[in-house]
């Protein structure tokens, strides 16, 4: 059993809101990442972490922030939310990386209106 | 560079019968391939992965794939379909040693019947 968590679970908010979609894991990973889910569409990596004090963009381009300040902890920052945002939000942590597992949290829905 | 391609964004199947669902990857290096299965309202959890040992990979709840280098496939396979497999299901490679990235499928979303 993977322990990983998100919260919120769901978020509905205005445009213009500053948001932090939380994520936490007790696993003692050094890896973590932030993935951008659309229905129908690919899981897109848009932000991973090799440890603390460690941040690096991925593939697909986002206006999120993160932030890397404890190894257990790996929160995501939107500074003005747009209805752009809309989408679901997958944190996930590994031990390593290549065939190493990526264990995923329950995901956090955001709806910006 | 990686890819997955999921044949079928869709796949019905009735309560007893086989459960096929493919998966092709491209990559520029040996890969690391995975399936995971998403059910509502929760995240991904593996299913099984194959790491370079052997072709015939097992995993929980009954399903099993199998790795052909020749097909660049990995399709994912279980004998019986129960109605606690409907869910989505995402193929994914990783770029080898040192990658930080899993490249995903658009996934198939598996309909049991009964």
């Given at each position: 059993?993977?322990?990983?968590?998100?919260?919120?679970?769901?978020?509905?908010?205005?445009?213009?809101?500053?948001i932090t979609l939380e994520c936490s894991q007790t696993m003692g990973h050094d890896k973590m990442y932030w993935y951008q889910q659309d229905p129908g569409m690919e899981l897109h990596l848009i932000h991973y972490s090799y440890g603390v004090n460690s941040t690096e963009k991925g593939d697909l381009s986002s206006e999120s922030t993160v932030s890397r300040i404890r190894t257990e902890h790996f929160p995501l920052t939107l500074e003005s939310a747009?209805?752009?945002?809309?989408?679901?939000?997958?944190?996930?942590?590994?031990?390593?990386?290549g065939a190493?597992?990526?264990?995923?949290?329950?995901?956090?829905?955001?709806?910006v209106l | 560079a990686q890819s997955v391609t999921q044949l079928g964004s869709h796949v019905s199947v009735s309560e007893g019968a086989l459960v096929l669902?493919?998966?092709?990857y491209s990559s520029?290096?040996?890969?690391?391939?995975?399936?995971?299965?998403?059910?509502?309202?929760?995240?991904?959890?593996?299913?099984?992965?194959?790491?370079?040992?052997?072709?015939?990979?097992?995993?929980?709840?009954?399903?099993?794939?199998?790795?052909?280098?020749?097909?660049?496939?990995?399709h994912l396979t279980k004998p019986s379909a129960h109605m606690s497999d409907a869910a989505e299901y995402f193929c994914a490679v990783s770029g080898g040693t040192g990658a930080n990235n899993l490249f995903f499928g658009t996934g198939t979303r598996l309909t049991v019947i009964p």
């Open positions: 059993e993977a322990d990983i968590y998100q919260t919120p679970r769901y978020l509905v908010i205005g445009t213009g809101k500053k747009r209805p752009s945002h809309t989408s679901q939000y997958l944190c996930a942590s590994s031990e390593g990386s190493d597992t990526q264990y995923f949290g329950p995901g956090t829905r955001l709806t | 669902l493919r998966c092709n520029s290096v040996p890969p690391y391939l995975f399936w995971y299965v998403q059910y509502p309202n929760q995240g991904l959890q593996l299913l099984l992965k194959y790491t370079s040992a052997a072709t015939l990979v097992k995993g929980i709840n009954g399903f099993e794939a199998e790795f052909k280098k020749s097909e660049t496939s990995f």
